[in-house]
């Protein structure tokens, strides 16, 4: 699995685990739902002020976005 992929996995989990749909994420983002479904699916990459505001939103740690133990 590419780290896109891997990182859009764990974004997606991490999303359904605080109860939020796509389109409340894409919206807080200023995206538009299928936008943001890219990034879940791998099929575009985030950069760092998106990996920051996804993190800090969804409670997670940069560690957790990326699979690292």
Not at 2 to 22: C, D, F, H, P, S
Request: hydrophobic letters at 35%; one cysteine or more; proline letters at 3%.
């Amino acid at each position: 699995m590419e780290i896109a992929e891997r990182v859009g996995e764990n974004l997606k989990t991490a999303r359904k685990a605080m109860g939020l749909t796509q389109a409340q994420l894409a919206k807080e983002l200023g995206k538009y739902q299928p936008d943001y479904s890219d990034y879940e699916r791998g099929k575009t990459e985030l950069d760092y002020a998106k990996i920051e505001f996804l993190c800090k939103r969804l409670d997670i740690t940069p560690n957790d976005l990326f699979g690292i133990e």
